[in-house]
């Protein structure tokens, strides 16, 4: 459903309003040139990213939906979105009580024997604070924000209706790919709106992951949860990505990234539902070594033909077999054989330069980038669910290399796979 319109009109008088407090009134010129842009943002220090910020989850999203993407804009204009953070302003808890009251059905009192009043985190959707039941099991309350969902949906009718003005208008922005960022967007919030479904990312990971004791994962706490506030068992834990989380882990570094890396795999390519961001910043470690993952909001899905595919190219490129890698992707497109000469040729080129000749059994991020960069070029772009399980692969890969650069990650995947053996000359 549309927004209203007057209140796409008073939404689009606060933008404007903030645009100008913070400066960047300018922004709006439909003859703003690059270099331009890059030397005022270079000025302005931190201003943009807390404008941004300021201005709410859609924004918030835009920038680093945008930050994400390499070579987009001047080096100046992508620093300042890669410093915006989702983080938004504190509530206590004692201002949502009657909010609470409502989702419960009952004085929050009546449920639980003590809270904190401060939230633990803030950020542009929801607020999170530590409770404990009256039977003493600590808990962690996330609660959405009252009115996100319409401020969301107004926020989002009004940059589209940007983008299709400006696409009009200017010769800088045409095609499909602003469109496609405000629909992926509207996807990321949609994850991040529905705490639901966050329960059940958690209650699923915990059954396909049963066999490994390595891992917490928190109990949801259905009767004490509603649409608008989640009830979890609260994990304590300390972020690999602290200095100092390592030198007091009760498990040696190579064995937790062997453990990381099993549980990674088993999700993308035994299970199909997988955690899509096994980075440093979101996971942790329990007194006990065992991980905790700290986001149960980010998991996508492989149907069984995007699990073939991603295991076919993890074992072509193992092997570093370009011809099956072109074969597999213009399989995949429907495509004709015949068309996967040039394609194949240079893969081929590119998987003989030494830099990936040298680590053959550890190198699939930059394996997987260029096949990809090569693949779109070719007219045989990956489906996105192969997209998104590829690139999760590539951020393990990372974290796998902080935690363990001994762990062998190409061979171990193409082993999951059923594939792993000698590695070609």
Known sequence: MLAQPWKRWQRGKEILRTFSRYGFDWLLSLRLDGKTAAARFQAAGDSFPRMMESLGPVFIKLGQNLAARPGLFEEPIMDALARIEDRGEARPFSALRSFLGDQLGTDPATLFSSFCDEPVTSSSTEWVYRAKLKTDREVALK????????????????????????????????????????????????????????????????????????????????????????????????KLSRPDA??????????????????????????????????????????????????????????????????????????????????????????????????????????????????????????????????????HPLPKEVLSAGETLSTLEKTLGFLSPKVRFLELAASVCGNAGPLSP
């Open 143 to 238: 609660v959405r924000r009252p009115g996100i969902e319409r401020l969301i949906e107004v926020d989002l009718d009004l940059l589209l209706r940007t983008v299709r003005f400006i696409e009009r208008h200017t010769s800088w922005l045409a095609g499909p790919e602003a469109r496609e960022t405000l629909e992926e967007i509207r996807k990321r919030l949609k994850q991040d709106l529905y705490l639901l479904e966050e329960g059940r990312n958690c209650e699923r990971l915990q059954k396909n992951l049963s066999s490994f004791p390595q891992i917490r994962i928190p109990a949801v706490f259905w009767e004490y949860s509603s649409p608008d506030l989640l009830t979890l068992e609260a994990l304590e834990g300390v």
């Open 246 to 379: 390592l030198s007091k882990a009760p498990v040696s570094p190579i064995r937790l990234g062997e453990t990381l890396a099993s549980l990674y795999l088993k999700q993308i390519l035994v299970d199909g539902f997988f955690h899509a961001c096994p980075s440093l910043e979101k996971l942790a470690l329990d007194g006990e070594g065992r991980l905790i993952l700290q986001d149960y909001k980010a998991f996508h899905c492989l149907s069984p033909a995007g699990t073939g595919l991603l295991k076919g190219l993890i074992s072509a490129m193992y092997r570093r077999d370009a011809e099956k890698i072109g074969s597999l992707l213009i399989d995949s497109r429907g495509g004709k054989q015949e068309n996967g000469g040039a394609f194949s040729l240079k893969l081929q080129s590119l998987l003989n330069q030494e830099e990936y000749a040298a680590s053959r059994s550890q190198m699939w991020g930059g394996v997987f980038s260029s096949v990809v960069h090569l693949a779109k070029e070719a007219e």
